[in-house]
Nanobody, 125 residues
């Protein structure tokens, strides 16, 4: 059974930084796409960034490009999301997810095979 454990959420001031981590277990870490999604109050869940463990980073949402960095530590089966230059509009519950087999770019919630629990990020102005 695939399990994803997210951590690292919290509060930050605008312009600050936070780093999220997602530990993945129960499957071969190299075989799937891992992504971060977020859901702000009253909004739909959206894809933020996606990484192919074998190839590297393959997607950033335009609204976070240049500010967020997705990376992986294969030895620890962990995917990170470094969030810099945070804005109040980045406030959301952040989720890590693993793509269904055959997913090329994990962007849509319909492509998700398993979700981690959410971690809340709050950015104040």
């Amino acid at each position: 059974e695939v399990q994803l454990q997210a951590s690292g959420g919290g509060s930050a001031q605008a312009g600050g930084s936070l780093k999220l981590a997602c530990v993945v277990s129960g499957y071969s870490f190299d075989d799937y796409k891992i992504g971060w999604f977020r859901q702000a109050p009253g909004k739909e869940r959206e894809g933020v960034a996606c990484i192919d463990i074998s190839v590297g980073v393959i997607y950033y949402n335009d609204v976070v490009k240049g500010r967020f960095t997705i990376s992986s530590d294969n030895a620890k089966n962990t995917v990170y999301l470094q969030m810099n230059s945070l804005k109040p509009e980045d406030t959301a519950v952040y989720y890590c997810a693993i793509g269904l087999p055959g997913t090329t770019v994990l962007i849509l919630t319909t492509q998700v095979g398993s979700w981690g629990q959410g971690t809340l990020v709050t950015v104040s102005s």
